[in-house]
Antibody, heavy 120, light 106 residues
């Protein structure tokens, strides 16, 4: 069964870069028809889509974050990654990685999430 | 940008039917997906493409979508259904989530 596991530092200083990796097990990113996504949730608030990537490297980003976000994929490691530049306290959130269904565009499998706190 | 609106909270007596709405301009023309999130857990998809249940989701979860409102219906609500529920649509090339509805089972 496909599983996703997000990992990375739990704390980042303001103005620095947040970097997370999502490891995929039980299935291959390469050649699949799925997109792979990052979604975040500030404490006590709703979900915010950050962006999605295809195994070929094709990406879509949330316009509100596009200037600060880079999502990349490493098919040899079966991983995809998130970089968010110039972070502020507003970027404090649980960050989830998820798989997006190809035609329905729904997120059918989610990782457990990793909490990232932006603080000096 | 497209926006979807959910009520902040919905309450339902145990065993009764809960209805959670997701409003948006001509949302009936979009595919709506629903997620359940329990405290401290990742969201779980309970309905996709308006009315389809993924494998493992109980039959008491159903969905509909028409006009300006999509609805998630939970028939015979159980204590274990108490959670936050989020709707989601795709607009142009971006993903839009509703703000979420907290379901309380009384």
């Amino acid at each position: 069964q496909l599983q996703l596991q997000a990992s990375g530092p739990g704390a980042v200083k303001p103005s620095e870069t947040l970097s997370l990796t999502c490891s995929v097990s039980g299935g291959s990113i390469y050649g699949s028809y799925y997109y792979w996504a990052w979604i975040r949730q500030p404490p006590g608030r709703g979900l915010e889509w950050i962006g999605s990537i295809f195994y070929s490297g094709n990406t879509y980003y949330n316009p509100s974050l596009k200037s600060r976000v880079t999502i990349s994929v490493d098919t040899s490691k079966n991983q995809f990654s998130l970089r968010l530049n110039s972070v502020t306290a507003a970027d404090t959130a649980v960050y989830y990685c998820a798989r997006r269904m190809p035609s329905d565009r729904a997120f059918d499998i989610w990782g457990q999430g990793t909490m990232v706190t932006v603080s000096s | 940008s497209y926006e979807v609106t959910q009520p902040l909270s919905v309450s339902v007596p145990l065993g009764q039917t809960a209805r959670i709405t997701c409003g948006g301009n001509k949302i009936g023309g979009k595919n709506v997906h629903w997620y359940q999130q329990k405290p401290g857990q990742a969201p779980v998809m309970v309905i996709y493409r308006d009315k389809n249940r993924p494998s493992g989701i109980p039959e008491r979860f159903s969905g509909s979508n028409s006009g300006n409102t999509a609805t998630l219906t939970i028939s015979g609500a159980q204590a274990g259904d108490e959670a936050d529920y989020f709707c989601q649509v795709w607009d142009s090339i971006t993903v839009v989530f509703g703000g979420g509805t907290k379901l309380t089972v009384l």
